[in-house]
């Protein structure tokens, strides 16, 4: 069984058990229990619900495992014979939660 869930404008894709990297929550502290209740689809051997756009009383309920840093982005932007280069990078923070279950 897995879910197609909405979180802080990004679309994951989830199962039970998994854990899943999303945008950093600054607020939340580790341990906290999540609950998605923006479900756009639940998947299962017997039957599939899309919601319009919702799926009605669907949750997803989750635990933070824990915050991070992904690998550093360089952003180089150089203009041919000007003389102009200019080098930048940064790390984007993350979370990972842990998908505790999910209910229809």
Known sequence: MYAVVEFKGVQ???EKDKVVKVPFLADEEIGTQLELDHVLMISSDEKTLIGNPLVKNALVKAEIVSHGKDKKIIIFKKKRRKGYAK???HRQDFT?????DIVN
């Open 96 to 100: 990972e939660i842990m998908i505790k």
């Open 12 to 14: 994951f894709k989830v």
């Open 87 to 89: 080098k930048q990078g």
